[in-house]
């Protein structure tokens, strides 16, 4: 936690310095447009989705993480002005009436998988399509996995930069590390150092593909050390998932019900247990992704008992699910529910919920990777070869206000901290981030806690034909959604311009490695080696 007067020192500089900047444009704006590809009739060619516009939001009720209070929030160049009761302008503004409703900053994703080449296919939804939703559904901000090209990080941030040209908010990216040698070791300083990446994902999964051993984990571990970037692990055993798979085609299991069968809760646990236990002995931080299981909740319970430092990351679908649907005798349905680590059986979702109602577990995340139906049946006679993902992007704002708040698992403050807040400070951009306050970026929503959603693939904003929540109804609806000071979702209507969104750099050393280097001190000094020995004349 940084002092509160460094940071109110610095906050107050950096609100003073953009308030005073110019208005900016998108130079790129338009470059999609004449493919058609805007969303609303007003989506290319109109300032009011291009650039910020000056906003009033009135009398409505401001939530932050560390409180909630009555007041107007004033917007212009893209930033947050003020946070303060009956604030008058006289500009010309756009004035938003929240009474009765919450002014939250917008959701954070830290976990998604846009434009993802992954078992002989891509994704359905792109930087554009996918951001769409997501802003549809109240996130303004996610952080998105770069897959290496053939082992080169800079090969692989290459291509997502490109990916990402259309995209339409601010997002952020992580590293995938799928092999080591000293050249990917160079590259990861590149990667901190000048292309804004502060955290590096490593699969314990995926034999064949993306999986590393241990020895590369430690080494990996090492190295995210040394640079102040966090370590990831998908947390599966992928020797014995690879042994449980061919278990069930011997056994003549073939279809969606194979793939759960194949990489039970246990092995979950065991590597997430063992991720754990190494980044102890490098003394690391560690992000452990799509939580999924009791077996993993109780290692992240243990480990942070102890005092390590391990997040815990739930994902939408974890909470909301069980992995009852794989069962289904329909392939497409069962098969839409087919992810990794997969969904589990009813009472894991009441596990997770708990763990996150309790600081268990920390933020909530998506893992959105969306395919189509007919991608799905890639695997009708295989599941091996079902692409691995569901949806979430659009959905995981209403989801956790329905499923945590409107059950009193965790107050509105708290809402706000596990969609926005804390993945703001893991990453290291907050309160540029995750704030309702004077300096933060102006990317808010305005929640009405008396309104309804009902979850379809006929009204969501992603390309997929289909979705794990349909039908799904809940309380609480995103009215308003406003990105980078643009109100880009109001009436039910999207005003999104591909191109317009920003690639937000992650600096290094954020606050979960504060006091690292005493830890490493105090661990030297309890050696008590090495022990220094009389040599014998003889």
Request: hydrophobic share 40%; proline share 4%.
């Amino acid at each position: 936690m940084e002092s509160s007067c460094m940071s109110q020192m610095l906050l107050h500089l950096f609100s003073l310095a953009l308030v005073l900047s110019t208005f900016f444009s998108i130079s790129e704006s338009n470059q999609f447009c004449d493919a058609g590809i805007g969303y609303g009739e007003s989506a290319c060619g109109v300032s009011a989705s291009t650039s910020p516009s000056k906003i009033l939001i009135k009398g409505g009720t401001v939530v932050n993480a560390h409180g909630e209070e009555k007041a107007d929030v004033y917007v212009g160049n893209g930033i947050i002005i003020a946070v303060k009761p009956n604030i008058k302008v006289n500009d010309e503004v756009t004035v938003l009436d929240a009474t009765g409703k919450f002014v939250m900053p917008g959701g954070i994703d830290p976990h998604t998988h846009l434009a993802f080449e992954f078992m002989n296919t891509e994704t359905v939804d792109d930087f554009f399509s996918g951001q769409a939703a997501a802003l549809a559904g109240g996130t303004t901000m996610h952080i998105d996995f770069v897959i290496p090209v053939n082992g080169s990080l800079t090969a692989g941030f290459e291509a997502y930069a490109k990916k990402a040209k259309k995209s339409c908010m601010d997002h952020g990216f992580h590293m995938a590390i799928t092999k080591w040698d000293e050249v990917v070791a160079k590259e990861m300083e590149i990667m901190v150092k000048e292309k804004g990446i502060n955290s590096f994902k490593f699969f314990m999964a995926y034999k064949g593909a993306l999986m590393i051993n241990d020895e590369l984990l430690l080494e990996g571990f090492k190295k995210c050390k040394s640079l102040g970037a966090l370590a990831m692990v998908h947390a599966e055993n992928g020797d014995a998932v690879y042994e449980g798979q061919k278990r069930m085609i011997e056994l003549g299991i073939t279809g969606p019900e194979g793939h759960t069968l194949s990489r039970p809760p246990l092995l979950e646990g065991e590597a997430t247990a063992r991720a754990i236990r190494l980044a102890g002995f490098v003394n690391t931080p560690l992000y452990v992704v799509h939580v999924m299981s009791i077996d993993a909740v109780e290692e992240i319970a243990r480990a942070r008992k102890t005092g390590q430092r391990v997040i815990g990351e739930p994902i939408a679908a974890g909470l909301a699910l069980d992995g009852s649907r794989v069962w289904d005798p329909d392939f497409v349905t069962a098969a839409k529910y087919v992810m990794s680590p997969p969904l589990r059986a009813s009472g894991h979702n009441k596990a997770l919920q708990a763990a996150l109602s309790t600081g268990v577990l920390q933020l909530v995340g998506t893992d959105h990777c969306s395919f189509n139906s007919t991608q799905k049946a890639l695997g009708i006679d295989d599941f091996r070869k079902i692409p691995n993902g569901v949806n979430g992007i659009e959905e995981r704002m209403h989801l956790v206000w329905d499923i945590m708040v409107e059950s009193g698992q965790i107050s509105v403050t708290d809402y706000v901290r596990v969609t926005s807040t804390e993945c703001a400070r893991i990453f290291n951009i907050y309160p540029r981030k995750g704030a309702i306050l004077p300096g933060s970026d102006a990317d808010i929503i305005i929640l009405n806690p008396n309104s309804s959603v009902e979850i379809s693939a006929e009204s969501h904003h992603s390309r997929s034909d289909t979705n794990v929540y349909e039908g799904r109804k809940g309380k609480g609806k995103v009215e308003v959604t406003i990105a980078g000071g643009r109100i880009v979702w109001e009436n039910d209507e999207l005003k999104v311009v591909p191109g317009s969104g920003k690639y937000v750099e992650l600096p290094p050393f954020g606050s979960l490695f504060n006091g690292i280097d005493k830890l490493d001190a105090m661990y030297l000094s309890s050696l008590q080696a090495p022990v220094k020995r009389f040599k014998s004349a003889a």
